[in-house]
């Protein structure tokens, strides 16, 4: 049987990746239709059916998720070559695929992208945004955005922000006609606006203060899987929003937002970025990397 060529294995797997035709011909630059014949010819030549397709959707076949399964490490490996190959020009190349929830995004644009962008006009960033955890090296990512709780055991993190603290904010207008909470369970008797967790729970908010711990699954008919729309929602005076100290700052130094149960609140996890240990880190990532970590020190500093 004639060896498939790395083009065709690529396009393989930017398929795979992509969940179809269309959306991979994008990003390759190559006609739809040319790459549909393309796998196809592969399909024929190694006599295996590597995607089932329908008018809607294109799906790994099981023998098709094992071959990706196979040479995606290989894949990998020769993108990074070819891309630490770029460090005798000085500088990296290529795409950085994250993957993270979006909220996590919201905490990394600011200082870390726009940051490594204007400091490396050779690479691109690609940001996927997921409730659920995935497996971002399965999923072809280079690295993800987690807490550190989240975050597989197999995997290298590397702290974002260290020192990572929720609250409970409600805008002047919600506050306006209610008592404000002075203990957790006066929220009970609020409206409050729920978060939905990648696993499809939802997200029981969490006290502590003094050895006593309280998670409460308090009510509220606004449920959202994105910490942006939670603070938008809050704003706007629909509810009680329980957030990162860090997003909801600026609100709460201009007045629009307030601080409510400030003694109850619990330290969370750091948030981390995390990658294989068990694979070459490329150029691309492994600058992000160093960018990271400074920004961390800086953070610890402050």
């Given amino acids: 049987m004639p060896k498939a060529s790395l083009a ?21 630059e190559v006609s739809s239709s040319g790459l549909s014949h393309a796998i196809a010819a592969l399909e024929e030549r190694m006599n295996v059916r590597l995607f089932n ?9 099981a023998a098709g998720a094992q071959f990706l399964e196979e040479i995606l490490p290989a894949l990998a490996a020769i993108d990074g070559a070819i891309e630490n190959a770029g460090e005798h020009v000085g500088e990296p190349s290529g795409v950085l695929r994250l993957n993270m ?29 997921e409730a659920a955890l995935v497996d971002v ?13 989240a975050i597989p055991p197999d995997m290298i993190a590397v702290p974002i922000i260290p020192d990572l603290r929720l609250v409970v904010v409600g805008a002047p207008a919600y506050l306006q006609s209610r008592a404000p909470p002075l ?20 997200y029981h908010w969490e006290f502590v203060r003094d050895g006593e711990r309280i998670e409460l699954d308090v009510p509220g008919r606004l449920i959202v899987d994105d910490s942006g729309l939670m603070l938008d929602a809050a704003l706007n005076g629909m509810g009680l929003a329980y957030l990162a100290e860090q997003t909801v700052a600026p609100h709460v130094e201009e007045g629009r937002l307030t601080r409510l149960l400030a003694d109850w609140m619990p330290a ?7 990658y294989s240990g068990r694979r070459q880190v490329p150029a691309k ?10 920004h961390a020190k800086e953070l610890r500093r402050a």
């Fill in 183 to 202: 203990v957790p369970r006066d929220l009970l008797s609020h409206d409050c606006i729920r978060y939905r967790l990648g696993s499809g729970r939802i």
């Fill in 268 to 274: 969370e996890p750091p948030l981390c970025l995390y």
């Fill in 285 to 294: 990532l492994r600058f992000f990397i160093d960018l990271v970590r400074s």
């Fill in 8 to 28: 065709e294995l690529e396009a393989f797997a930017t398929v795979a990746r992509r969940g179809g035709f269309r959306a991979a011909a994008r990003e390759l």
């Fill in 137 to 149: 090296i399965g999923k072809g990512f280079d690295a993800g955005v987690r807490l550190l709780d």
């Fill in 101 to 129: 929830a979006a909220g996590a995004g919201h905490f990394i644009m600011e200082p870390l992208i726009r940051e490594y962008l204007s400091r490396f006009a050779r690479v691109q960033v690609e940001i996927v945004t």
């Fill in 53 to 61: 397709r329908t008018t809607r959707s294109v799906v790994l076949t």
